[in-house]
């Protein structure tokens, strides 16, 4: 079975690789791929090649190119570089608006009370479902890649999360991570954020729930990783051995 399987990979790799003319203009855009050596940006083109073959990306009301398949399928497989591509399995579809989208639901606060909620959103993960994203807030985080910000990492993020079926900020974490040393490292930094303490470091709506603190933190961890390593090392620390990823070296 492994052989087969090897052989069905090598015929996706081959059959649809990602053209040369495309994937240079795609990664030459890319800070946060600046560093990566030459066989980790070899793997992450095998990777965001088996990426586009198992996921359907579609548009609404925006015309969707080659270019832009490649842009958020390279920072959608980035995160999972050394972990592999099956983390990213059980969901197929990637929905692309043009700009942030408008979203409206119900959600009950700690009394019980049901709240009609509307919200205007950059982007957006389901469970076993879609990722959403705007266009425009991707192009924007590509050109301001320092600033922390990249909603296809945060989304992505948001699905390693929920692979244990919860959205609490804790990701299914591997043999030699030891869970009371995430969960100080990121409880100690999520309640400095709640509490003001660290606001103006990162994004605030890190303080919006651990779930979001976590995203928020993968966000910095690869676009902004000195600002991260500066505020919240113990965090750092964790997503490096967790990601198998060092960005700050880089």
């Known amino acids: 079975m492994n052989f087969i399987k090897r052989a069905q990979t090598r015929y996706i790799l081959h059959r649809y690789a990602i053209q040369h003319n495309v994937w240079h203009a795609v990664t030459d855009r890319l800070e946060i791929l600046h560093g990566l050596t030459a066989v980790e940006k070899a793997h992450l083109r095998e990777l965001s090649t088996l990426f586009l073959h198992q996921k359907t990306i579609m548009g609404v009301d925006v015309p969707i190119t080659d270019e832009m398949r490649v842009t958020i399928a390279v920072q959608a497989c980035l995160p999972i570089l050394h972990l592999g591509l099956t983390l990213l399995s059980g969901w197929s579809d990637i929905v692309v608006y043009p700009t942030a989208f408008h979203v409206t639901r119900d959600e009950i606060d700690s009394c019980g009370v049901v709240h009609h909620q509307k919200r205007v959103l950059s982007g957006e993960a389901w469970s076993r479902g879609p990722v959403i994203v705007s266009w425009a807030d991707v192009e924007q985080d590509i050109r301001q ?16 999360d929920m692979l244990d079926g919860s959205s609490n900020g804790i990701p299914p974490l591997h043999f030699k991570m030891p869970i009371p040393e995430w969960t100080t490292a990121f409880s100690d930094a999520y309640a400095a954020i709640r509490h003001k303490l660290e606001r103006a470091s990162i994004n605030p709506y890190a303080a919006t729930s651990p779930a979001e603190f976590f995203a928020v933190s993968s966000e910095y961890f690869f676009s902004a990783p000195d600002v991260l390593h500066t505020h919240f090392p113990l965090v750092y620390q964790q ?3 967790y990601y198998r990823q060092d960005p700050l070296s880089r």
Do not use: T
């Not at 890649?145 to 390693?160: D, P």
């Open 145 to 160: 890649s320092h600033l922390g910000h990249n909603v296809i990492i945060h989304e992505i993020a948001h699905k390693l």
């Open 239 to 241: 997503l490096q051995q």
